[in-house]
């Protein structure tokens, strides 16, 4: 005689996983969105108003990318 367990289904875990995965791929697309506009606003200061908030142009990118995180 064989038994079938049917109480238990892979699905929860599965759809869990797929869940979270969409998460990470909203807080990643947040994260890239934060850091292009705060580029953006940046690129667009003058040398000078980069200078009296103590920045360079060199400095943008790095910025961004703790601004986006």
Known sequence: ???ID???SPAP???GRFISSLFEMANAIS????AKITRDVLS????RELDDIG???ADIDAIAYRIGR
Do not use: D, E, P, Q
Request: charged share 20%.
């Open 31 to 34: 994260t890239w969105r934060n």
């Open 44 to 47: 667009k200061l003058s040398n």
């Open 55 to 57: 920045l360079t142009r």
């Open 13 to 15: 875990h599965i759809a």
């Open 1 to 3: 005689m064989v038994a």
């Open 6 to 8: 049917t109480s238990r």
